[in-house]
């Protein structure tokens, strides 16, 4: 197996775990191709639009909470988010976001990640599966979202409305 496919046993046996077959995984990642490993066993997936999903983890990390396993999957625009079994379930129908508790997870061999400028892989781990966390906080996921989507929003309307008037002009009739 190449240097860069090295598979990591912290990783193998996540995805072993979750129901994916080791000889799959070697045989995928040795000849430089993706892993299809299942969701629903051991996590669900939440789907967020890139720059959202990545404004919304940076928030959710600021916050101190714990971050899993993230994909990138650019021809898609999306962030993959590994998140406890159940949520898919139970989260809420937030723009720009899907869940999903059953599928496959297309992996490529971890730690595989860009460096820097727009990665040329299909897909590449923003937060590898080899860290402390199995899967991000549901809850601080989903309020982090809601917090994006609601700066958005906010932003949005003041850019709209050109005329918000500040405290100082308002008084003499001068908005900006």
């Known amino acids: 197996m190449p240097r860069d496919r090295v598979m990591i046993p912290a990783a193998a046996r996540w995805m072993t775990e979750s129901g ?4 799959h995984l070697q045989q995928a ?3 430089g191709t993706l892993a299809e490993v299942p969701i629903g066993r051991l996590w669900d997936i939440v789907r967020i ?3 959202l999903g990545r404004m919304t983890l940076a928030r959710a990390a600021a916050l101190g909470a714990p971050i899993g396993p993230v994909l990138e999957v650019p021809a898609r625009g999306v962030v993959e988010v590994v998140v406890p079994p159940g949520t898919a379930a139970a989260w809420p129908a937030l723009p720009w976001t899907t869940a999903a508790a059953s599928g496959h997870l297309i992996c490529p061999v971890p730690p595989m990640h860009r460096a820097g400028g727009r990665g040329r892989a299909p897909r590449h781990w923003l937060v590898p599966p080899v860290g402390p966390h199995l899967a991000t906080d549901p809850d601080a996921l989903c309020e982090s979202v809601a917090a994006e989507l609601l ?9 709209r409305h050109d005329t918000y008037a500040h405290p100082d002009t308002a008084a003499k009739g001068n908005a900006r």
Do not use: F, G, N
């Open 20 to 23: 994916a077959q080791l000889a």
């Open 151 to 159: 700066h958005r929003a906010i932003a949005a309307e003041l850019l």
């Open 29 to 31: 990642w040795t000849t």
């Open 49 to 51: 639009t890139d720059r």
